[in-house]
């Protein structure tokens, strides 16, 4: 699952063109269910289950496989899913954040012990780097939607904290606590999002080397290729021209 600026170092999500596609439904569905479970069916009444159909649509999920996940939610046989947070130290040190839906703690929690391991890295307890990291909200827009003057203007008028805009589109970032305000704000004015969530955000970025980075990409796409794992968030930061023979 692609995002903007930030994604690119320090949010390590699949595409469509790499991920196997049940795998990244399964993952959307999973967390609309979830998402489904503890609010209302309605995504207009349910922040958490519009953000999580907002990441479906995003990824050309279908429509029935989203309407099946909100109901399968609402069903009392739902599955019951823990949501997780491992942390852990990846090659080149870098710190990184493993966010789960699981139904098994102890599997995942081996599991993801495992990925670490294997690629000189090395899973902490709980709180060991977090405080390295900041929760944001974050809001994407194509760079289509306006210039960066009138995306600034939007930021401000929506009660933004601020607005990066690139080559790529526009980031708009907030708290936590006014995620939900800011989204309905910009909706309003520029239309539906391509993509909202919230994130740790690193508080600051390491360099890593291309040999050690691509060491840390294997260890990223393990973790992110497993079922239980929604979002893997580091601190790193590679080089253009590893980020270009990835996306070649």
Partial sequence: MSGHSHAHNVMFKKTKANAARSKLFSKLAREIMVASKTGMPDPEHNARLRVAVIAAKAQSMPKDNIERAIKKGQGSDAENYDEVRYEGYGPGGVAL???????????????????????????????????????????????????????????????????????????????????????????????????????????????????????????????????????????????????AKLEG
């Fill in 97 to 243: 954040i493993v966010e789960c839906l699981t139904d098994n703690r102890n599997r995942t929690a081996a599991d993801v012990r495992s990925a670490f391991s294997k690629f000189n890295g090395a899973m902490g307890e709980t709180n060991s780097v977090a405080f390295m990291f900041s929760r944001v909200g974050s809001i994407l827009y194509p760079k289509d939607k306006g210039s960066e003057d009138a995306m600034l203007e939007a930021a401000l008028d929506a009660g933004a904290d601020e607005c990066i805009s690139d080559e790529e589109g526009h980031e708009f970032l907030t708290s936590p606590e006014n995620f939900t305000a800011v989204r309905d704000a910009l909706e309003a004015k520029l239309g539906p999002a391509n993509e909202s969530s919230i994130f740790f955000k690193p508080q600051n970025t390491v360099a890593v080397k291309d040999d050690t980075g691509e060491t840390l990409i294997k260890l990223l796409e393990t973790l992110d290729d497993h079922d239980d794992v929604q979002r893997v968030t580091g601190n790193y930061e590679l080089s253009q021209a590893l980020l």
